[in-house]
C-alpha cells in the first residue's frame, strides 16, 4: 500500500527482523501540527523548550486518546505481538515528532522507539537536581 504523498505527508517503512523473514509495514505520517486521527481533528501541542512539563501532559493525554500511551511505558515484545506495538510505536513516534519544534528534533533524531524519543527530551528538559529545582 502505498501513501498518498502530498507536501505534508510522508511513508514510514517499519522493518520487522526475525529468524526466517523479513516484514516491511509502511505507514502513513502527516506533518502537520493539526492532524485527523480516529476521524477527530486533534491539534498537536508543540514543544518549544519552556513548556516541557505541560507538553508531556498534554502528549500522553493525546497518546491516551488513541491507544497509545502504553508504548511509552513498554518495550517491544518478542512474540506475536511485535507486528502490532511497531505499528502502535511508528503512530506514536509520528505524534511525538510533530510535536516537536524544528531546533529540538537532533534531540530525538536517534532514537528508536517512542519510548526512547520521550526519555531523551526528558533527559535535556526536565531538572532534576535541587540547584535546577531552586532556579526554578
Known amino acids: 500500500k502505498k501513501c498518498q504523498r502530498g507536501r505534508d505527508r510522508y511513508s514510514l517503512t517499519v522493518y520487522q527482523f ?3 523473514v523479513i516484514s516491511k509495514f509502511v505507514i502513513c505520517v502527516s506533518l502537520l501540527t493539526k492532524s485527523k486521527m480516529s476521524g477527530v481533528n486533534i491539534s498537536v501541542p ?3 523548550g519552556t ?9 500522553r493525554s493525546l497518546l491516551e486518546k488513541e491507544q497509545l500511551v502504553s508504548i511509552l511505558d513498554s518495550e517491544p515484545p518478542d512474540d506475536d505481538k511485535k507486528k502490532d506495538f511497531l505499528i502502535k510505536d511508528a503512530k506514536a513516534k509520528a505524534i511525538l515528532i ?3 519544534s524544528d531546533k529540538h528534533l537532533d534531540i530525538i533524531k536517534d532514537a528508536k522507539t517512542s519510548k526512547e524519543m520521550l526519555a531523551a527530551l526528558q533527559s535535556v528538559f526536565v531538572r532534576s537536581s535541587a540547584f535546577g529545582k531552586l532556579a526554578l
Open 98 to 100: 510533530q510535536g516537536v
Open 51 to 59: 513548556n516541557f512539563n505541560n507538553w508531556k501532559f498534554r502528549i
Open 18 to 20: 526475525g529468524p526466517d
Open 46 to 48: 508543540v514543544l518549544t
